[in-house]
């Protein structure tokens, strides 16, 4: 039997990433995210809860997280959930889950764009458009490159 291992999350980050380099060179960023959860128990009252989940990113998607998030920003992404076991100094076992960061999505006002295929939003009004000439160029079809190629000026916050 085949298993399933994917992972959708949307929140914002609990601190700045943390860029460094793995011994090969290749980029490597941490993130922290908060995900919340609100449902309504049996009394009818309004209940939350939240998730911490750690996630890491590597190569080009590494970078671009570095470049342009930072605490407190919203993300979506999508990964897969990696087991990391270890042994702590009192010589106990210990596990963590973590996400894998396959590709990332900025957040803004009800919408989302994702680094890998960001186009206008096709809802919006004519007259809240952006002239042809302002407007983002296609998204590269390398989704590595894609996360790279956004400017300042593509940040949406």
Known sequence: MSGFNKVILMGH?????????????????????AVNRR?????????EEVLFVDCTAF?????????YFRKGNPIQLEGHLKLERWEAEDGTNRSKMRVMIEQFGFVTSGKTETADAAQPNERTTPARRTPTSKRR????????????????EDIPF
């Open 13 to 33: 980050l609990t601190r700045d990433p943390l860029l460094n380099a793995l011994p090969s060179g290749s980029p490597v960023c941490e993130i922290g995210l």
């Open 39 to 47: 449902w309504k128990d049996a009394q009818d009252q309004q209940r």
């Open 59 to 67: 190569g080009k998607r590494a970078e671009a997280l570095a470049k």
């Open 137 to 152: 160029p296609a998204a590269p079809a390398e989704p590595e490159l894609a996360a790279a190629a956004a400017s300042t």
